[in-house]
Nanobody, 119 residues
């Protein structure tokens, strides 16, 4: 069974850089044709795609986040990480990692980690 688990700081201050990591078990992040994705949900709003890192290591970002987001991976730990810079309170959200298993479907999700941006 594929499992994803997010870990993050919980509370960060404005202007700081957020780093959240997703640890994957039951699959390798280098398995062909899978992409490993970051999605967030601000309070009272819908899901928001942020970006992904493919099995090859290629990265993709939504236009809204491209200037501030960076996704990397550690294949030895089977983890991938989202960094988001220049935080504002509008970045407060539950951050989810998910696997895109093909055909644009997110078939496995982590439980999410709450990130609050506040001074």
């Amino acid at each position: 069974q594929v499992q994803l688990q997010e870990s993050g700081p919980g509370l960060v201050k404005p202007s700081q850089t957020l780093s959240v990591t997703c640890t994957v078990s039951g699959d390798s992040i280098t398995t062909e044709y899978h992409a490993w994705t970051w999605i967030r949900q601000p309070p009272g709003k819908g899901l928001e795609y942020m970006g992904a890192i493919a099995y090859s290591g290629s990265t993709f970002y939504s236009p809204s986040h491209k200037s501030r987001a960076s996704i990397s991976r550690d294949t030895s730990k089977n983890q991938f990480t989202l960094q988001l810079s220049s935080l504002t309170p509008e970045d407060t959200a539950v951050y989810y990692c998910a696997r895109e298993g093909g055909m644009g479907q997110y078939d496995f999700w982590g439980q999410g980690t709450q990130v609050t941006v506040s001074s």
